[in-house]
């Protein structure tokens, strides 16, 4: 499966705009906002939409292929778990000269609570080169998931175990274990 860089991701979104017939607005997840909105230095195969998925965003999305020689897929989410309140904290797109499109990143803490659910290793990698990018706190990560993803779907033990997993590989095993004995699930080594 062939992955992709910033450079191609917004090479994409800069022709999908010029393909729209009228103005659109989406919420990017995944690693595709991870690679464009906060530069995580990875790679992803596919642009994920939480919202804004239409017609005229899949017409202009295949002219984009066409036009730019990138298989770049386009398609809603077939799973996210965000925080409550992710809406009033979603960034919009900065610097990518966009006329069209409106495009809207959730914040760094929501994006990475959305890929510590999954916790896949390019989940993983993203959230490393986010939080090199742009230092994440821990107490805003903790006190963000302990406060708004209660309704994240799946196994509560696994997913607090995804969350001190994530805090062991960015704050070190310490603090992870301070985490885990706080939340009765297991201490990582």
Same mark, same amino acid.
């Given at each position: ?7 191609? +991701?917004?090479?994409? %979104? #800069? *022709? +999908?705009?010029?393909?729209? #017939? *009228? ?5 990017? !997840? ?13 790679t992803t195969a596919d642009i994920d939409l939480f919202h804004g998925m239409s017609k005229d965003i ?6 984009? #292929? ?5 298989? !770049? ?17 979603? @960034?919009?797109?900065?610097? +990518?000269? %966009?006329?069209?499109? @409106? +495009?809207?990143?959730?914040d760094k803490y929501d994006l990475v609570l959305a890929k510590t659910m999954r916790g896949y290793q ?9 939080? #090199? ?19 994240? !779907?799946?196994? &509560?033990?696994? !997913? ?9 590989? %960015?704050?070190?095993t310490a603090e992870a274990r301070a985490l885990a004995y706080r939340w009765g699930v297991p201490i &990582? @080594?």
């Open positions: 499966m062939t992955r992709f860089g910033r450079p191609q +991701l917004v090479a994409f %979104l #800069r *022709s +999908l705009d010029r393909h729209l #017939r *009228s103005p659109s607005k989406i919420v990017v !997840i995944g690693g595709a906002a991870a690679a464009v909105a906060y530069n995580s230095g990875t899949e017409d202009a999305a295949r002219q984009a #292929r066409q036009e730019t020689g990138l298989a !770049i897929s386009v398609a809603a989410a077939a799973v996210a778990d965000l925080p409550y309140n992710y809406e009033e904290r979603l @960034r919009p797109a900065r610097g +990518l000269r %966009l006329s069209r499109l @409106r +495009l809207a990143f959730p390019h989940d993983l990698d993203a959230i490393e080169g986010i939080h #090199r990018r742009h230092r994440l706190s821990l107490k805003t990560l903790v006190r963000r998931f302990e406060t708004e993803m209660s309704q994240a !779907i799946g196994d &509560p033990a696994r !997913i607090r175990q995804n969350v001190v997993m994530v805090v062991a590989r %960015l704050y070190g &990582p @080594r």
